[in-house]
């Protein structure tokens, strides 16, 4: 009697590398960018939600600025569903954003056969399904090696934009908003750093990258097009909701996403803080 046939393994569960290095010049003061509050919480920590959330089993975080502060954010974290391992790598100098996942190399090391998200730690509207979407688009029907999500804005200005194949339409490349043509300022299709790639094909590309581009950065945006060009699928998912994909690089955009995450969450708006008359009485 012949044995029934065994179902395949189950891919390993995800996991994820967020950067969160940066100061944020222009948010004002000196607090890290990814911890100010968003529903009374660091922005930081809705990231890490939402990839506990989608099933990540290790999370790595890329800091810099204030780096003590942002690991001592979680002594008391707690998440909305699971609790993932949590690890921190440093990134001394801030060479750009695929500089920054190339610190996270070591942890990874004995994770190279998983899938590893990289978001940015500043983009606390993610969801846990746009994170499931991608995956499951990943790895169907055969894995990539690289997903990205992508949004349709009305007014683009500061993503990178995503470059399609005239003859298909499938993805070409990222340009970045400052080495971008004047043709391609007008996509508006956009890059909101919500990626998904193989870790063995990830590490491989990033000693790769090239720093001579308007910003003397190594642009993680550059990875998917030399995955593609080295023969790996790249797909795209490109249904992402304009609203989930807001980051904060300003005060005034620190308080839309915050009006957004409480609205979500039931919560009435914050009240904006009173003004004080200096030339009144106390």
């Known amino acids: ?12 569960a995800p996991d994820a590398i967020l950067l969160a290095a940066g100061k944020g010049t222009r948010m004002g003061g000196d607090l890290a960018k990814v911890l100010h509050p968003v529903a009374d919480r660091p922005m930081l920590h809705w990231v890490v939600d939402a990839c506990a959330a989608a099933g990540c089993e290790q999370i790595v975080i890329v800091v810099g600025y204030q780096a003590d502060d942002v690991r001592a954010s979680f002594n008391d974290y707690a998440p ?32 190279r056969g998983r899938d590893v998200f990289v978001l940015a730690g500043d983009g606390p ?21 690289a997903t990205l999500a992508t949004a349709t804005l009305d007014d683009p200005t500061g993503y990178g934009r995503v470059l399609r194949n005239p003859a298909d339409q499938s993805f070409d490349r990222i340009v970045e908003q400052k080495d971008a043509s004047p043709d391609q300022l007008a996509v508006r299709e956009v890059n909101p750093s919500y990626y998904c790639f193989g870790a063995a094909a ?34 795209v998912v490109d249904a992402v ?19 957004i995450m409480r609205d ?15 030339g009144a009485p106390a």
Not at 133 to 145: G, I, N, S
Not at 241 to 259: G, H, K, M, W, Y
């Open 202 to 235: 990830l590490f491989d590309a990033l000693p790769r990258l090239s720093d001579q581009n308007a910003q003397g950065e190594y642009y993680l945006t550059d990875v998917p097009a030399l995955l593609k060009a080295d023969g790996g699928p790249v797909r």
């Open 264 to 278: 979500r969450l039931g919560q009435p708006p914050q009240s904006p803080d009173p003004v004080v008359d200096a």
């Open 80 to 111: 909305l569903l699971g609790r993932p391992d949590i690890a921190f790598v440093d990134q001394p100098e801030q060479l750009g954003t695929g500089h920054a996942v190339m610190m996270a190399q070591p942890v990874m090391q004995d994770r």
């Open 241 to 259: 909701p304009p609203q989930d994909i807001l980051s904060i690089n300003t005060p005034d955009q620190l308080a839309e996403v915050d009006r």
């Open 1 to 12: 009697m012949t044995a029934p046939a065994s179902e395949p393994a189950a891919p390993p």
């Open 125 to 145: 509207l993610i969801q846990p399904d746009t994170l499931a979407q991608l995956l499951d688009t990943h790895r169907q029907p055969t894995p990539a090696a």
